[in-house]
């Protein structure tokens, strides 16, 4: 994301380079359709990290608070990356799936969409 300084030839320490996570990078997740979390999740996590495990492991535990978490259907999940329909190789990393440092990715559940279908 481009910015636009208000001050000429303004610069600044950018806090969020991959080097200051120690080898972990940053996640952006977004469940559609599910507006109990306002915005999408930003999580640290390793490039080597199968996409498998993220689904697996990682998304569920972000999500669990939500009623609908326990009806996900993993394998109907529709995936999209930076805002492009996505097919994930569940046994690649992130990093072959090619989900670099602040790459947002968002999933889409067919036939869930929220509390009582109200996207919340």
Known sequence: MSVVALKPGYTGEIKDRVENFHG?????IGWEDHLMFCAPLCIPVPPTLPFGALTAQIIPDLYAAHPDASAIDWSKVEWFSSSQPFTPD??????DNGLGHKASLR??????????????
């Open 24 to 28: 972990q990078q940053l996640l952006y």
């Open 107 to 120: 999933f889409r559940t067919p036939g869930l969409t929220g509390i009582k279908g109200s996207c919340s």
């Open 90 to 95: 569940l046994s690649k990393s992130l990093a």
